[in-house]
């Protein structure tokens, strides 16, 4: 997200611009929002290793999938969904794929008590992290969505004219 770009007021604009300044924020919107899931679930599964111990058993990874242990899914964002597509070699997922490496997400079962408190730790670090993101891209394209509402409804935008783009 473009600090400069942030800081300009989407009145002065050029309609193309808004359009393009709008729909990149949206693919940064959908990569830090698909990264959040992954640490909302990462967090989950380490909530179920914890419960699996309480229960006298050892849980992993594959048996938290499998068996569906975990929170109930949250209602989400009030924004309809909408198709995404993130590469696997996107910087942020790498990013969040190296923090789950360093923190031994893969051999979470085999972690004791305290590396498992900081491997939440610091999942919800990053999680929290990402949601300020998403909240700010959120309030940016919001914005941007308002000034093209207000072009199309005082006439200086048109239908034709987004048909012609």
Known sequence: MSEQNQSLDPASLALADLRAERE?????????????????????????????????????????VKSGVGPAPSTGSVRPPRDTDIAGDHPLLAEFDALCDRLGFDNMADLDEAALDTMEAQLRAFEATQSEIRRRLFDRIDALTAELVRRYRDGGATVDALLDG
Request: overall charge positive; charged content about 30%; aromatic content about 2%.
């Open 24 to 64: 990149a924020l949206r693919k940064d919107e959908d990569a830090v929002s698909f990264v959040r899931r992954l640490a909302q679930g990462r967090v989950d599964l380490v909530a179920a290793v914890r419960a699996g111990r309480r229960g006298g058993s050892a849980v992993t990874a594959a048996d938290i």
